[in-house]
């Protein structure tokens, strides 16, 4: 398969990520059905969207954010965005190093940039986002242990 991304094998490691992602903050928030936000935070109700990312972020300087997803839809934090997500967290497992970001300002942010989409070729279909450079957003970054 190449350079052709593999969304069945994508989404099964993001749920996995998802359940350790519980096993680390499951005290502090508890897991949704990802129908329209993957965690609610205990002490303030406010809500989490997950994407994880499974290589070493060394080897970038960018976080990659989806912009549309199958079919037009809005996807990656322009998704959460519509779905109520309070913040949307970027997860490299291997380096366990988060990029957290309350979702409406980084999409705010996102929308000023001047970007370009990048095509990211599916089993049959085609996603499109961005490469952004994680100092372009450093100002957003929040920290995990502040908002749970």
Known sequence: MGNLHQFHRSLSKGKAAEKKFLELFGDRLKATDGRTVDFIINKSGLTIELKTDFYDPAKTPNLFMERWSRDGVDGGPF???????????????????????????????????????????????????????????????LKLEDIL
């Open 79 to 141: 998704q959460a965005l519509s779905k109520g997500a309070s913040y949307f967290v970027y997860w490299f497992p291997v380096t366990n190093e988060f990029f957290v970001f309350e979702t409406a300002p980084l999409v705010a942010h996102l929308e000023q940039l001047k970007l370009t989409l990048v095509p990211v070729q599916n089993i049959g279909f085609t996603t499109y986002g961005y490469k952004v450079n994680r100092a372009q957003l450093e100002k957003l970054r």
